[in-house]
């Protein structure tokens, strides 16, 4: 950073923060404020799911319900470990055309693009808490072969990988799986923070990324953990409680460059961040979600790749939705260290099957 700042204590006065990735101002309103306790999930999770369901149409001996298997990987004596599907429901699919047609002064296109289930585990309520090192490596190494293979052909232009877990957070399944949507657009929300970097890295000569990972292991007051590989925190100017930001410490714009200790890596910070979150937040719904540089932006010096985890402990009410911005009662340093101490993981629940 080139700039003169401030690592002091945030006061406990309402305060607003800038998020210069999301070009956001956030809200941070303590006069509302709540505890870290106390902005916890309803425990979700603690309707116990069984190990097995027979009507769930991931839950092995439901194959002949399935569309084909586009990847599969076995372990041990179960038939398969990972298995990664066509979405059954799909919201884009391969047949579409990218030929925008006109209508008046309006204009529509056919809904292109591929929508796959990665089943993580043939175990019902084996959710990413309760599951081994291992286990996890193999669905972020699945996440990137999906990724290569979607992103090389022709007309995708991006790919989103992404995990919705509990109602809240848009699952109809419980059974453990994350989705993967390529597009043949790049969305204008991505196209804002690619131009947000872009802007940043052409006044300040370096990426705001790898800029924000130095300034926050110097300020050391929003990290929850560190390994070889990533750090994650909680952004400066997170926009609601509890964010965390998974971000890899070498620069790449886009995730299909991570490498295999970085897979490892990964996968390591993950686990320890959702058994954080499982933990100390009371088992909440939650999304998290990859970011990576659209294709053709592969090798920016401006684009840096990660992964943002999102617990569901507020609702966007009118304010946020007539403003665009968020008022997040938790202060980002407080959130940070709520989660840095090492969480009693309850059983029960979504952690059902933690040996
Ligand atoms: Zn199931
Ligand atoms: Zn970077």
Known sequence: MKRATSTAPASHRNEMRYNPATGRWVIYALSRRQRPREMVG?????RA?????????????HEQDLPPVLLEYGRGDSPWQIRVVENKYPALTPEGDLKRVCQGIYMKMEGYGHHEVLIESPVHNRQIPAMTGGEVEMIVDAYHRRYLELIRLEKNLLVVIF?????????SLAHPHSQIISTGVVPGHVREQEYRAQQYFDQWGSCMYCDMIAEELSAGIRIIHANRSFVSFVPYAAAQP??????PRVHKAHFGDISAEEKADLASSLHAMLRRVQGRLNDPDYNYVIHSSAKYRTDEPQAHWFLQIGPRLTTRAGFEIGSGMSINTSLPEEDADFLRSDPPLEKGGRNASQA
């Open 242 to 247: 509890f964010e965390i930001w998974i971000m």
């Open 42 to 46: 309803a425990g979700e999770g603690s």
């Open 163 to 171: 995990r919705n877990c509990g109602r809240r957070a848009g699952a």
């Open 49 to 61: 799911e069984p190990a097995y369901d027979e009507h769930c149409p991931f839950c092995p001996g």
